[in-house]
């Protein structure tokens, strides 16, 4: 193992050539700023090298592939399926897209009045968006930068510069960059980026994150995938890291991802992260998109696959899986009384709102049962409008707070949001209950204590522009704010949960699981939720071909083959709230 550590350590040594004469410094907040959102045809395009990595490779021969299923259906003669899919997030709009692409006839049923999932939005009774969560693209998002091309809505994302800002933990108001050089290949740019870092870590305590994140290099996925079985915590003390690792790069980055405290996250979460980062030149670049995701996103989705005889229907929530005696699905009963045929059906709910409708015949099946050890962690989604424009950072920041994750100023990094006057704070709130590590249940907390505490922690981000203690003259006011809890968000990715993630195939030959809980290497992420549902269109798409199936079913761990499972019935989903079926919601909700 000494030769190749002594070789990475050469390679990040060379990368001293390559550091900006900025990069690592305690910056000002004055030399991050971006203008007003440029329009479309001034914007940054995406990086071009994020098409030549062979994971953006993979995903386009993916997407290929269907429109040569549509072929081969068409010159065989073959029937096209119908195929109900109950879920409109992104995992079931990708299912639908793709599925309608290979010339099938889907039929999405969303039981809200929105599309989108975790990234609905809506409008309130002052006009503004409220969002159910701060939503980033990166370019290690190869399936939705394909989707995005197909759609021809690439210049929807504005790309902000490539560099990673963090807050100043010991220095209020001050900021510090990894930036990324351009031009420079993968993973040199990466090691510069780190190595011109002075702010926050050592020379000797970056050279002694090289042991855990060598084997990552050496074996790939394997060897992050084994690494599930162990937290961040545990990870850097197995390896060796100093504490100061985690205190100055994994929390923010636990935070980040999964909204978790690095002490109850799965160590594969950061590697997967870091492996997409350090090889592929333009990972780690984030783009937002240029307004509220279901009309930008979700809508030319919906209207793809309804110019191919597709069908999206919003306002009808599942009330029951119905099935045949021989267990198969039989249809699907709407809360509305109707009752939905098909050939093929698809579950792209959140799995805390599957779990409720796992009818009594499948409720024995270990592939069913599994389900019970994931479920989703809390989040809180806060946007603030303030009376004036703050010294903002151009892109997202990494609040290194206690309460809060990241943030962005929308009024520069969204055209529809954009405000040259005045600013538009949108915060992640994270950790927010004890389960995700922090010691307040903030998620049963009011408003106007969340707000409250936000606040107290912006003092220390903008001290010359925040607090009572900000000259008059020169002092943001706050004038409105919103709080969005979400009280089962993306499943919580605690140690050894990716043993109990379900296959999209199933025992059940007629059904098929698309969400982002579902095996896929992206975990939960937006890119994760588009890859399941891209690869559940393909189970579908092999079964009706008679094709070699790709994955097929995934075998179930021993620890839940070895129970004894008794039946149980569906209890259904309570309430009719947003947060009844995995969304976001302001206000009072109900806790699924």
Request: aromatic share 8%.
């Given at each position: ?272 992260a870091m492996n997409r980062f350090i090889n592929e030149a333009d990972g780690s670049q984030t783009a937002f ?304």
């Amino acid at each position: 193992m000494k030769l190749p550590l002594l070789l990475l350590a050469a390679a990040i040594g060379a990368c001293d050539a390559f550091v900006p004469p900025t990069a690592g410094r305690s910056v000002a907040k004055s030399a991050l700023h971006a203008a007003t959102p440029a329009a479309a045809s001034d914007r940054r395009p995406t990086p071009a090298r994020i098409s030549q990595t062979d994971n953006y490779r993979e995903a386009n021969e993916l997407s290929r592939k269907f429109f040569d299923d549509c072929e081969l259906l068409a010159q065989s003669g073959g029937e096209k399926k119908r195929v109900a899919i109950f879920g409109g997030g992104l995992s079931g709009l990708a299912c639908a897209k793709y599925l309608a692409d290979a010339g099938h006839e889907p039929t999405l049923y969303e039981a809200r009045d929105v599309l989108g999932g975790k990234v609905s939005a809506w409008q309130d009774e002052d006009g503004d968006v409220i969002e159910t969560g701060l939503h980033i693209f990166f370019g290690a998002y190869p399936n939705m930068l394909n989707l995005l091309k197909e759609l021809d809505i690439e210049d929807r994302l504005q790309w902000a510069p490539h560099r990673m800002t963090f807050a100043m933990q010991e220095l209020p108001g001050e900021f510090t960059t990894f930036d990324f050089p351009p031009g420079v290949p993968a993973p040199f740019n990466m090691a510069a980026a780190i190595l011109g870092n002075t702010q926050m870590l050592t020379l000797e305590e970056k050279i002694r994150m090289v042991p855990g994140l060598l084997p990552m290099l050496l074996e790939g996925q394997s060897f992050i995938d084994e690494q599930d079985e162990l937290s961040v915590a545990q990870f850097m003390r197995k390896y060796g890291m100093p504490e100061r690792i985690n205190e100055e790069i994994f929390i923010a980055m636990g935070k980040a991802l999964d909204f978790i405290d690095p002490d109850k996250l799965s160590m594969t979460v950061v590697l997967t992260a870091m492996n997409r980062f350090i090889n592929e030149a333009d990972g780690s670049q984030t783009a937002f998109l240029d307004g509220n995701p279901p009309d930008r996103l979700c809508k030319p989705i919906k209207e793809r696959v309804e110019s191919k005889g597709g069908q999206v229907v919003c306002s009808s929530p599942v009330a029951e899986i119905q099935l045949n005696e021989d267990s198969t699905v039989k249809s699907l009963q709407l809360a509305n009384g109707t009752t939905v045929e098909a050939d093929y059906y698809v579950s792209a709910v959140p799995v805390d709102v599957f779990k409720r409708l796992v009818p009594t015949q499948w409720s024995t099946m270990p592939y069913f049962r599994q389900l019970d050890e994931l479920e989703g962690i809390p989040v809180i989604n806060i946007q603030l409008w303030f009376d004036r424009k703050l010294n903002s950072i151009d892109g997202l920041c990494f609040s290194r707070s206690p309460l809060l994750s990241v943030y962005a100023d929308m009024s520069r990094n969204c055209a529809e949001y954009a405000d040259p006057n005045k600013s538009m704070l949108e915060l992640v709130f994270a950790p927010c209950s004890p389960e995700a590590g922090s010691p307040i249940n903030w998620i049963a907390k009011s408003d106007e204590e969340i707000v409250e505490a936000t606040l107290k922690e912006l003092e220390r981000l903008f001290p010359m522009e925040i607090g009572p203690n900000v000259q008059a003259d020169k002092r943001a006011n706050l004038e409105k704010s919103t709080v969005v809890r979400v009280p089962r968000s993306v499943y919580a990715a605690t140690p050894g949960r990716n043993k109990y993630r379900p296959s999209q195939e199933s025992p059940i030959d007629n059904f098929v699981m698309a969400g982002d809980y579902a095996t896929q290497k992206y975990l939960g992420s937006m890119e994760g939720a588009v890859l399941s549902g891209k690869l559940t269109a393909e189970v579908i798409c092999d079964k009706v071909l008679g094709r070699e199936k790709r994955n097929g079913l995934k075998a179930i761990h021993s620890s839940v083959q070895e129970k004894l499972l008794t039946e149980r019935a569906p209890v259904g989903v309570v309430g009719t709230s947003a947060t009844s079926y995995g969304g976001g919601q302001q206000g009072n909700y109900d806790n699924p």
